[in-house]
């Protein structure tokens, strides 16, 4: 069984910033894709970013691209989020696959464990 273990987030003005991290324990395989996703209410799961098979490349979405870095030590990620917005505001999950393809790394449906989310919230 993998667990993940989440930390960071909270609450803070916008343009500034936090750092999320996620730590995967257990058997988790040898080819391991890590990123995040976030869910803000009333709105799907949607992607953020990974890091792909123990980071072959990583990926952004585009409303975070220049702002978030993604770091990868092994089986930890850690987020790196600057210049936030109100509209990052959301539940943030830490995901992992064991099989994730190239094309679905940025489908929830591509990774099959999941963290049991931090939140996040930016205020004007």
């Known amino acids: 069984q993998v667990q993940l273990a989440e930390s960071g987030g909270g609450l803070v003005q916008a343009g500034g910033s936090l750092r999320l991290s996620c730590a995967a324990s257990?058997?988790?395989?040898?080819?391991?894709?890590m990123g995040w996703f976030r869910q803000a209410p009333g709105k799907e799961r949607e992607f953020v970013a990974t890091?792909?098979?123990?980071?072959?490349g990583t990926y952004y979405s585009d409303s975070v691209k220049g702002r978030f870095i993604l770091s990868r030590d092994k089986n930890t990620v850690s987020l790196q989020m600057s210049s936030l917005r109100p509209d990052d505001t959301a539940i943030y999950y830490c995901a992992l696959g064991t099989g994730t393809i190239l094309s679905s790394t940025s489908d929830p449906r591509g990774y099959n464990y999941w963290g049991q989310g931090t939140q996040v919230t930016v205020t004007t």
């Open positions: 890091s792909w098979r123990n980071g072959r």
């Open positions: 257990g058997h988790t395989g040898s080819t391991v894709t």
